[in-house]
């Protein structure tokens, strides 16, 4: 039974979607940023104008202190301690996993309330 080209062209088509879903868009300035479908990591550089478009949001270090570290996320600055819950940032779950001389590690994530 012949198919129509359209039928063939489909999981082509289905295929090409889902790979650009699966991969959010991320750039960054003074700062690494490692994704998943529904989460990122941003290594941003200590002491740096450092800053990552992730989940379709901005993400900006602006200042550290001790373990302490305040990031901008959706436009709301959030002040972080190493080992504090998730918080709530314009719908993503920030949660400040570490603080070095040379860097700041901040995970972004889905799934906060709005």
Do not use: H, W
């Not at 198919?3 to 295929?15: D, E, I, K, M």
């Not at 960054?28 to 989460?39: I, N, V």
């Not at 901005?58 to 550290?64: D, G, I, N, S």
């Amino acid at each position: 039974m012949p198919t129509s080209p359209y039928a063939r062209r489909l999981p082509v088509v289905v295929a090409a979607v889902l790979a650009a879903l699966t991969l959010p868009a991320c750039s960054s300035e003074g700062a690494e940023t490692s994704c998943g479908l529904d989460a990122c990591t941003v290594t941003f550089d200590r002491g740096a104008e450092a800053k990552a478009s992730i989940l379709g949001v901005e993400a900006r270090l602006v200042k550290t202190e001790g373990e302490t570290a305040t990031v901008e996320v959706a436009g709301e600055q959030l002040t972080l301690t190493v080992g504090q819950a998730a918080v709530d940032a314009g719908g993503l779950l920030v949660t400040l996993e570490s603080v070095t001389d040379t860097d700041v590690v901040v995970r972004i994530a889905r799934g906060g309330e709005n």
